[in-house]
Nanobody
Framework: VQLVESGGGLVQAGGSLRLSCAASGITFSIINVAAWYRQAPGKQRELVAEITSGGGSTNYADSLKGRFTISRDNGKNTMYLQMNSLKPEDTAVYFC??????????????WGKGTLVTVSS
């Protein structure tokens, strides 16, 4: 299983970016919960947003509601994070995560290597 993030970069405050997470070896349609996390310098990794399989229920960090949108395209086997009205405090490495309960094997967390988002003031 491999998760590869892309779309990070340098953006001015108030701008937008869309991150992508392409999966191989597993499909988003069966992943129990897929999520974006971020880790800012000197801080712990935190949940940004998550989306479930099936109905595609979403959940966001309270501080990000209204600015970030998580989605997935099962046909492209890709998950996205649309980030609008970016702020300097959104600067972080953004990671893609897939939580999957393998039948008969139990749960496994898969992680991408991350993509850096830098928001300048």
């Amino acid at each position: 299983v491999q998760l590869v993030e892309s779309g990070g970069g340098l953006v001015q405050a108030g701008g937008s970016l869309r991150l992508s997470c392409a999966a191989s070896g597993i499909t988003f349609s069966i992943i129990n919960v897929a999520a974006w996390y971020r880790q800012a310098p000197g801080k712990q990794r935190e949940l940004v947003a998550e989306i479930t399989s099936g109905g595609g229920s979403t959940n966001y960090a309270d501080s990000l509601k209204g600015r970030f949108t998580i989605s997935r395209d099962n046909g492209k086997n890709t998950m996205y994070l649309q980030m609008n009205s970016l702020k300097p405090e959104d600067t972080a490495v953004y990671f893609c995560n897939a939580f999957y309960v393998h039948p008969g094997r139990g749960p496994t967390d898969y992680w991408g290597k991350g993509t850096l988002v830098t928001v300048s003031s």
